[in-house]
């Protein structure tokens, strides 16, 4: 009964598109535990590009059953127009299925998404504008809405008017922007039932008994553990949990069926939006990876903000994770740097801190403390095991995994699924 779960052991875009899409010909079932249409995964399939959203990218592994676990927030719109472009370019979603305890997102959750960044100002979190922070808040508040309530008009009337009624108040008082009417939000919604009715089971059951019966499950986290709610750069983070523990929340598989935790993790490091993050480059270097790594969101197009592997986090999202393995991806891109640096602990306020500081203040004061690292100039983009490595890519390699917690298990060298040094089966060994 293997399942195993991929979480972003960074600020997210790490590759666990790519993972998920290297283990989907082994694996019977995909599903998305955490977040929504915020998540971006490229995936590259013999050259051809894809790019997921609301979808794990478990929907392009022809023998896997996709599905959206009841952690998810689902933009019902997003979803149907993923599911178009995707068939029109000839994928199958039939298979996909969603949890009847998913949470959806309403067309009020994004205007408030947007209207809350703007109130923030200087303060803002940067977030995607998807309305995801809404939609978990109104689930935590018990204000939400879920898939299951599309299919019961006179519940779904009592609930949006019970979200609407605090909202508009919201809306017109503080934020002088128009109500939103109730009829027109159910309506919204009923217009996909039927389309959605197909896809959503109890998903949970399904994936239990799929374990029962010896069959193989991946959790694949969208985000990361750095913008996890609780062990993220607060408040700089997602409004899930997309650690280790959420994709057992988010999909309901105990923790005690987990076989495996897989962190993804790059070679270097990518933030997108606003936080603090004490390896990030300002200099020509800065944009020489975001070039060269094509450091530009999915999602929305920003630009992600760049800079050197940190050892400190890595261990950290190792602890806070338990991971048993970790997938190192974009090793290809540091080709052609002469001395590469990467961050072994912090300088903050003259004292050095050699694990995460407790408190995000002593995080946004924390000055990297650096090792330094002899590059290589040749091509690696082809290496399929380590000795085909250049030495020194070899020597950064072994040296960032002592200081990182866990074992590394795969390298990636390049977009494509086969562009990967596997070191240990990350299923089975
Ligand atoms: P995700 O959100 O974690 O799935 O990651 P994204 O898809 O947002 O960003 C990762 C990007 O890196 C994608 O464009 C991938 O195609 C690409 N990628 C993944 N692994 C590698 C690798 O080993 N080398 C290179 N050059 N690109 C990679
Ligand atoms: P994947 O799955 C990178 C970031 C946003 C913002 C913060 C909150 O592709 O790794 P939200 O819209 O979730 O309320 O935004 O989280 N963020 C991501 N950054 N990759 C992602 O997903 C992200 N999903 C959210 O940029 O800083
Ligand atoms: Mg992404």
């Known amino acids: 009964m293997p399942a195993v779960v991929i979480v972003g052991a960074q600020w997210g875009d790490e590759g666990k598109g790519k993972a998920t899409d290297l283990l989907g010909g082994r694996v019977d079932y995909v599903v998305k535990p955490n977040g929504g249409n915020n998540a971006g995964h490229t995936v590259v399939v013999g050259g051809e590009k894809y790019e997921l959203k609301l979808l794990p990218a478990g929907i392009l592994s ?49 205007v408030l998404d947007k209207v809350t960044e703007r109130f923030l100002g200087k303060r803002a979190i940067g977030t995607t504008g998807r309305g995801i922070g809404p939609a978990y808040m109104d689930k935590v508040a018990r204000l939400g809405i879920r898939v299951q309530d599309v299919f019961d008009e006179s519940i779904l009337r009592q609930k949006v008017e019970g979200s609407l009624a605090q909202k508009n108040e919201l809306l017109v008082k503080v ?5 939103i009417g109730v009829d027109e939000t159910v309506q919204y919604f009923l217009d996909f ?13 399904e994936l ?31 409004s899930s949990n997309p650690t280790a523990g959420g994709a057992s929340v988010g999909s309901g598989i105990g923790p005690s069926r987990i076989t495996r935790v897989v962190g993804i993790i790059k070679a270097y490091t990518t933030r997108v939006g606003a936080g603090p993050f004490p390896t990030e480059l300002f200099d020509e270097m800065g944009d020489y990876l975001q070039k060269k790594g094509g450091e530009f969101g999915v999602n929305t197009g920003r630009p992600r903000r760049c800079g050197w592997y940190d050892a400190v986090l890595a261990r ?15 090793l290809d891109v540091l080709t052609g740097i002469e001395k590469i640096p990467v961050c072994v602990a912090y300088d903050v306020d003259g004292v050095r801190h050699d694990e995460m500081p407790m408190t995000l203040t002593d995080f946004h004061h924390a000055k990297p403390i650096f090792e330094y690292f002899d ?37 990636g060298v390049g977009p494509d699924r086969d562009q990967t040094i596997v070191l240990h089966d990350l299923i089975d060994d």
Request: aromatic fraction near 8%; hydrophobic fraction near 40%.
């Open 175 to 179: 934020y002088n922007r128009r109500a």
């Open 208 to 238: 239990n008994r799929a374990l029962d019966d010896g069959k193989v499950v991946l959790m694949e986290g969208g985000q990361a553990t750095y913008l996890d709610v609780d062990h993220g750069t607060y408040p700089f983070v997602t």
């Open 62 to 110: 022809p023998n896997a059953i996709p599905m959206i676990g009841n952690g998810c927030v689902v933009n019902l719109e997003a979803l149907f127009e993923e599911i178009d472009a995707l068939e029109a370019r000839g994928a199958d979603t039939s298979r996909l299925r969603i949890s009847a305890n998913a949470h959806l997102v309403a067309p009020y959750h994004q």
């Open 316 to 330: 950290h999202a190792s602890r806070i994770n338990g991971f048993t393995d970790y997938f190192v991806t974009k």
């Open 193 to 205: 039932a039927e389309r959605l009715r197909p896809f959503v089971i109890d998903t949970t059951l």
């Open 375 to 411: 590059g290589w100039t040749e091509d690696i983009s082809d290496a399929k095991t380590l000795d085909e490595l250049p030495t020194n890519a070899r020597d950064y390699v072994l040296a960032l995994e002592k200081m990182s917690g866990t074992r590394f298990s795969a390298i």
